[in-house]
């Protein structure tokens, strides 16, 4: 369940904040863009995080 949830969550940070072009798009955020491609780049990072613990704890209990 969590590389699931960790997996999902990285897939859509990844996709809607950096490759599809829509208003959570890094590049068409105005104001504070600094600030939210910060922001949106840790968030993808801990997702990341998330989908490693999961696939550890898949690794090492099957």
């Known amino acids: 369940m969590l590389l699931a949830a960790g997996l999902a ?27 939210f491609t910060w922001t949106a780049a840790l968030s993808t990072l801990g997702d990341l995080a998330l989908a490693l613990a999961g696939a550890l704890l898949v690794r090492r209990h099957p």
């Open 9 to 35: 969550a990285l897939g859509f940070e990844a996709v809607f904040h950096f490759v599809v072009s829509n208003p959570d798009h890094v590049a068409t955020v105005n104001h504070e863009r600094a600030l």
